[in-house]
């Protein structure tokens, strides 16, 4: 990981995180997004989001810089069995949305 992507990474969980899951949570995402094909291994960042997801596995709630709100975290696709919720948030943002 380069410099700017730790600064960033640091930078991300201090300011946009507002609360946490728990730990054993956050390792079943962050297993669920190694294995999900739009993850890049070597930044570890979601391609969907452009997340760092080191530090959204952990997030109850954080700030979504791109669309400027608080959001419950969600996998964009759905992946972390909360399909409803990534829905909801893509119907705000006016996008079609995901079926299983």
């Given at each position: ?19 946490y ?10 297993g ?14 979601c391609?969907?989001?452009r ?27 759905g ?22």
């Amino acid at each position: 990981m380069e410099l700017l992507d730790k600064i960033l990474k640091m930078a991300a969980n201090k300011l946009l995180v507002e609360e946490y899951v728990k730990k054993e949570v956050a390792e079943w995402r962050y297993g669920v997004c190694e294995g999900c094909n739009v993850f890049d291994p070597t930044a570890k960042r979601c391609k969907a989001c452009r997340c760092f997801m080191e530090v959204k596995t952990k997030s109850k709630m954080n700030f979504n810089p791109v669309k400027m709100r608080f959001e419950i975290t969600h996998c964009p696709m759905g992946k972390w069995n909360d399909l409803e919720i990534t829905n909801e948030y893509r119907k705000i943002d006016g996008l079609t949305p995901i079926t299983n």
